[in-house]
């Protein structure tokens, strides 16, 4: 389990983080939805070192990182051995193949043979749905197709956790689709994943638990169906303010 413990984390004119605990349990999607600047993805960022708050602790199995204290680079490689990181945008070495690029880092930092590593990602690649791309290189390939081979690239790496970071945002609704399969079918195998999104339509189908954001604060830790099915106070308005289901007058000035 990830645990963090009064993580607090400010810039010069914003406060990002305000005292966050929370815990993301294995074996389970966890979805970080809520308006754009409420601290997001500075959280995911920083449960990966990507960020750095003053004050605080980050808890992963038996290591502990106090956020008051320097970070050694063993604790960033401890950290960093354990998770995945999945950008906006997918990131992959324009000068190297697809199975080049899912294949360094296994060789490089897990030591594997090049036959165990190309073996495992051809898995991988049929896992996302792009057998045939293993000798393409990245600017032959989609948008939707780079980030799935950015998910692989990932998973490779043989992660306890997989973070996403608006995974899809940068593409078209038809590509976002292709990756969001993927996603759902991640966490159908239990894959534990920590997803910022901004796509309800996932975090519905999807997330085992729900966190919602707002001015630096979670104010709402807990189940998915809860948070869709009984939204009260700003969560409710929240939905009702991103849905024109729920909303005549848009429908009738749409008409």
């Known amino acids: 389990m990830i645990t963090l413990e009064h993580v607090d984390k400010k810039y010069i004119e914003h406060h990002a983080l305000k005292d966050v605990s929370l815990d993301f349990p294995k074996n389970e999607t966890t979805v970080i939805i ?136 940068a593409l078209d609704p038809e590509l976002e689709i292709q990756v969001l399969r993927v996603l759902k079918d991640l966490a159908a195998q239990k894959q534990s994943m920590i997803v910022v999104t901004h796509n309800m339509e996932f975090a519905r189908l999807v997330a085992d638990r729900i966190v919602f954001f707002e001015d630096g604060q979670a104010i709402y830790n807990g189940a998915s169906k809860a948070f869709f099915d009984h939204p009260e106070g700003r969560i409710k308005a929240f939905l009702e303010a991103i849905s024109l289901e729920s909303d005549e007058a848009a429908d009738s000035n749409l008409s």
């Open 34 to 169: 809520g308006p754009s600047g409420s601290g997001k993805s500075t959280l995911l960022r920083a449960i990966n070192l990507l960020e750095l708050p003053e004050k605080g602790h980050l808890k992963f199995d038996d290591l502990d990182i106090d956020f008051s204290q320097p970070i050694s680079s063993k604790q960033q490689f401890q950290l960093r051995r354990k998770s995945g990181m999945v950008f906006q945008n997918w990131n992959l070495f324009p000068h190297l193949t697809v199975l080049q690029n899912i294949t360094e880092g296994p060789r490089a930092v897990l030591k594997q043979s090049k036959t165990v590593a190309e073996n495992a990602a051809k898995k991988l690649l049929e896992l996302v749905g792009l057998p045939d791309t293993a000798n393409r290189y990245p600017n032959q390939l989609s948008g939707g197709q780079q980030q799935r081979i950015s998910i692989c690239r990932a998973l490779a790496m043989q992660p306890e956790y997989l973070l996403l970071d608006e995974p899809t945002s």
